[in-house]
């Protein structure tokens, strides 16, 4: 290597070896200092506590000190104002004391019932490895019954699907359940089968396809499958409610309702002024007549007034006398 070349490599080592030393981070000042770094300890505090709270069990021994700590901190409205609401009740305090599944069952257009195999009863070890979704749908189908009128409809039209376009008669949801046995029972036993546990079921409302919204395979399905299309009427539709249906129905009420009391308001003032104009003039001495004023709705007017003893007033514009 020639000497030219050896020079820039030298002062590049000196340079290395031989530069002021970089400064320490640790030597810097901190970003937040004095009165901020106090702020932002207690803020981090505040919220290491809230967290705690609102993800702590309210039930158990520790309620009462749950509750007030949650009224003091006001833990709720800033859980839900930082979007950090979470609830662990799927996995403590209480796990599930049974367990559901949903059979369903189709009836066809022979009359024939037949179990459709959608609930997991009977056919899943346990433990399980892998999860299965359908297995999910079973369960939410029993927590929340607004889902089962669509489940219906799909069943209906996956039934029609696969059959050459003729869709069941009905489908009909049955509610199975066992119950788990508590701990105790469990430990003398060292465990239990699932499926030796006594079975309990319920039926639950069933679902007509000729009548259930959507139920029936439509007729662009029914074409990409050479299905024959279905009679005119026979598709039943949802009914559509979006947010402006819904706010324009609120409109319509409260339309209703201020010409409601805008009417109510005007009829005592116009039956006032028709006391008015048909009261006869007073006159001292005289015995009164009988009072002409007031609604026509049994009113006191509808009462003869008494005589004016003083002849100084007459009756009043309600048509009754003093």
């Known amino acids: ?33 004095g009165w901020a770094a106090l702020l932002v300890s207690l803020f981090i505090l505040y919220h290491t506590v809230a967290l705690l709270q609102h993800t702590t069990p309210a039930a ?67 433990p399980y490895f892998f999860y299965d979704r359908m297995g999910k749908i079973n369960r939410r189908l029993l927590e929340q019954e607004r889902y089962q009128s669509p489940y219906a409809a799909w069943v209906c039209r996956e039934w029609a699907r696969t059959h ?25 036993t060292m465990g239990f089968d699932p499926f030796a546990l006594k079975l309990y079921k319920e039926p639950l409302k069933g679902f007509d396809c000729a009548t259930t919204p959507h139920a029936q395979l439509p007729n662009d399905i029914r074409a990409r499958y050479g299905f024959t299309p279905l009679p005119d009427g026979a598709f039943v539709d949802i009914e559509e409610n979006t947010w402006r249906d819904r706010a324009d129905a609120k409109a319509r009420i409260l339309q209703r309702r201020r010409a409601a009391d805008a009417g109510r308001g ?9 006391g008015e104009d048909a009261a006869p003039p007073a006159e001292g001495g005289a015995e009164g007549a009988p009072g002409e004023g007031g609604g026509a709705e049994g009113a006191p007017g509808d009462e003869p007034a008494l005589a004016n003893e003083g002849g100084n007033e007459g009756g009043g514009a309600d048509g009754g006398g003093d």
Not at 15 to 20: F, H, K, N
Not at 81 to 87: E, G, H, K, Y
Not at 266 to 274: C, D, V, Y
């Open 1 to 33: 290597m020639s000497q030219a070349a050896e020079q820039p490599a030298s002062r590049l080592a000196d340079a290395l070896l031989r530069a002021p030393a970089a400064e320490d981070p640790s030597d810097e000042p901190w970003a937040y200092r």
């Open 60 to 126: 158990g021994l520790a309620e009462r000190f749950n509750r007030k700590l949650a009224g003091f901190l006001r833990a709720g409205a800033y859980m839900r104002a930082t979007s950090s609401v979470q609830s662990w009740a799927m996995f403590a305090p209480n796990p599930h004391r049974t367990n559901q599944f949903l059979q369903v069952r189709v009836v066809t257009q022979d009359g024939e019932e037949l179990d459709l195999l959608h609930d997991i009863y009977g056919r899943r070890d346990y």
């Open 266 to 274: 005007k009829a005592p003032a116009g039956k006032a002024a028709r």
């Open 164 to 188: 050459g376009g003729e869709a069941p008669v009905r489908i009909n949801f049955t509610k199975m359940w066992t119950k788990v046995p508590p701990p105790d029972k469990a430990i003398a």
